[in-house]
């Protein structure tokens, strides 16, 4: 069952742009929900991350939109630089003791960027 | 750099072998992860340790696949009588704990001919 639907696929703009990925999950119990980036032949590597008890979550050029009504979570990329280019995860996990998604994250399909200089 | 570290990063094998991996956790992280990533897919959660016990498998995890963490710090991650299927990355992640961050090593590449 695919817990969190990632979009678009892929994601082409020029530098200095603004590159918005978009993530929604259908698990209530989830209450972490990080972004990691991955380059080809590297493992993944945490961008940021949010709880839902913000709506929003800023670190440097990367900022996270959260909607817990909608269920939905997405990633902005400020003055998107050809480095951005690589693929990006959104992630949700259960950080509460029990429940079935406990600390183990469920990614979504991954988003493709490519920042053309 | 400390991180997580993966062995081999490649391994080419055929089908009906059996492959073994292995993963060393950043130190002191008590839980060690596996995923299994196929191409343009992210990753898929397959077990996890709090220290040397296992506490969950994914039900894609047949009975061909063996996890081990004897001693709570290194993992070894088996596959016996490979199958094209099982080609794909294999990831290790280590955190402090379930609430803390996963951090990834670099994978392995497994090819089943």
């Known amino acids: 069952q695919q817990q969190v639907k990632q979009s678009p696929q892929s994601l082409i703009v020029q530098k200095g742009g603004i590159s918005i990925i978009n993530c929604a999950y259908e698990?209530?119990?989830?209450?972490?929900f990080p972004w990691y980036q991955q380059f080809p032949g590297k493992g993944p590597a945490l961008l940021i991350a949010?709880?839902?008890?913000?709506s929003e979550k800023k670190e440097g050029r990367f900022t996270i939109s959260f909607n817990k009504s909608a269920k939905q979570f997405s990633l902005h990329i400020m003055d998107s630089q050809p480095g951005d280019s690589a693929t990006y995860f959104c992630?949700?996990?259960?950080?509460?003791?029990?429940?079935?998604?406990?600390?183990?994250?469920?990614f979504g399909q991954g988003t493709i960027l490519t920042v053309h200089p | 750099d400390t991180g997580v570290s993966q062995d081999p990063r490649h391994k080419i094998t055929k089908r009906g072998q059996n492959v073994t991996f292995r993963c060393d956790p950043i130190?002191?992280?008590?839980?060690l992860y596996w995923y299994r990533q196929t191409l343009g897919q992210g990753p898929e959660f397959l077990t996890y340790f709090q220290n040397e016990a296992q506490l969950e498998k994914s039900r894609l995890l047949s009975d061909r696949f063996s996890a081990e963490r004897p001693k709570g710090s290194f993992s070894t991650l088996e596959i016996q009588r490979t199958e094209q299927g099982d080609s794909a990355m294999y990831l290790c992640a280590s955190s402090f704990g379930p609430q803390d961050t996963q951090y990834f090593g670099p994978g392995t590449r497994l090819t089943v001919l």
């Open positions: 698990n209530t119990a989830f209450d972490y």
């Open positions: 949010i709880r839902p008890d913000v």
């Open positions: 130190s002191e992280h008590n839980r």
């Open positions: 992630a949700a996990t259960s950080t509460n003791a029990g429940g079935t998604s406990y600390g183990k994250l469920t």
